[in-house]
């Protein structure tokens, strides 16, 4: 029993070390605990001193347990005879009765206050909507406040770093849920709902986020990111993502647009003289499960963010804005290996459902289409 002992108490030591460790990330892009905006930190000033009194609990209550059981264990003389008890004891019963009700009822006052804080919206705020769909996002920008979408575009939220974003968040399909935990918490997004949101980025950067909510085969893969940007990069970008997609010159991309208006068009828009947008003057779109392609060069990620779109030249795992475009390189390799076999990459539900299909497509077909998408900046 004695050589045992030793080997218990550094298992009991070990296991718990080791899941504590295991819990650590040095730089983890879901760090809830490093706010980066301000409604973040008001999530964050609410946290902090739950956890200190949960943790002040938890350790008093352990350390009585702990206590309690050495006190009063079974010993060689032992008669039998209860240990004396406190039933009755007025003042103590009061004591721990009362003690954990304030805590509870200031814990609750924070958690009150700090919800009608985040519910207060800011006025004359960009506004932009939020659409959950099987397995990417996508976001559409209110420029002028006239109620219509001016831009639309995926899987990268671009804001202006320093301004309250208004987003409206709901689905197209299934329960999803929205959440960037650097700046904000979480909100789901519900099929004929539409659910208020407010974000802020402290500084220009690249905030990731991930689907909270089981929505189905590709749960697991549908991220997001928010690219915040100084305000005057952002007024440049919003300038041109409102002007639709130019014609190409070259003659491999131009192959590349014939291909895309005949295999995609089905699905995809390219808004602009370079798209397929005369497709669908007076008639709806076949499909609104597909991605807006219009800019689709301009962004940093593609199949709902699993997959860079440029290559990450400094290292650091995040497509900034400054590796995309002119001093950028484009991704060739990922998104071949996408267009030759989709639900080879990603997990899809059968051809006709969700998920973008195997379209057989050649190696010819493919450098087209890799070409032409490359110009839609």
Not at 34 to 55: T, W
Not at 101 to 118: E, H, K, P, R
Not at 225 to 238: G, H, I, K, T
Request: aromatic share 8%; net charge negative.
């Amino acid at each position: 029993m004695t050589g045992r002992s030793p080997r218990r108490w550094r298992a009991a030591v070990v296991v718990p070390l080791v899941l504590v460790l295991t819990a650590c990330a040095d730089k983890a892009p879901l760090d809830t605990l490093d706010p980066q905006g301000p409604e973040a930190r008001s999530i964050d000033k609410l946290v902090n001193p739950v956890f200190a009194i949960a943790g002040v609990v938890f350790l008093l209550v352990q350390f009585g347990v702990l206590f309690l059981v050495v006190k009063f264990r079974k010993r060689k003389d032992d008669d039998g005879s209860l240990p004396p008890q406190v039933h009755g004891n007025f003042k103590l019963e009061i004591g721990w009765t009362i003690l954990p009700a304030l805590v509870l009822a200031g814990v609750g006052a924070g958690s009150v206050f700090t919800l009608l804080d985040l519910a207060d919206a800011p006025k004359d705020a960009q506004e932009i909507t939020v659409v959950g769909q099987q397995w990417w996002w996508e976001y559409r920008y209110d420029v002028d406040h006239d109620g219509t979408a001016d831009i639309v575009t995926a899987n990268d939220m671009v804001i202006p770093a320093g301004e309250p974003i208004n987003l409206t968040i709901t689905s197209r399909d299934v329960i999803h849920s929205f959440w960037i935990p650097a700046l904000n918490g979480k909100r789901d997004a519900v099929p004929g709902r539409e659910h208020p949101l407010t974000i802020e980025a402290d500084e220009p950067g690249v905030y990731r986020g991930q689907c909270t909510e089981f929505c189905g085969l590709s749960h697991g893969y549908m991220r997001m990111r928010v690219v915040a940007l100084a305000p005057d990069d952002y007024a440049a970008w919003q300038a041109n993502q409102v002007e639709g997609a130019q014609a190409p010159t070259d003659a491999l991309a131009k192959t590349g647009m014939d291909q895309f208006r005949t295999s995609c068009s089905g699905c995809h828009l390219v808004d602009g003289p370079g798209g397929n947008e005369d497709l669908y003057k007076g008639t709806a779109q076949v499909s609104g499960a597909a991605p807006n392609l219009t800019h689709f060069a301009s962004r940093g990620v593609f199949a709902g963010s699993i997959f860079d779109l440029w290559v990450d030249q400094d290292g650091n795992g995040e497509i900034e804005p400054s590796e995309i475009g002119a001093d950028g390189q484009f991704n060739v390799a990922d998104l071949k290996k996408w267009l030759r076999d989709p639900p080879g990459q990603k997990p899809m539900y059968p051809q006709g459902s969700r998920g973008m299909p195997n379209l057989n497509l050649s190696e010819q077909q493919i450098d087209a289409l890799v070409a032409y998408l490359k110009t839609l900046e």
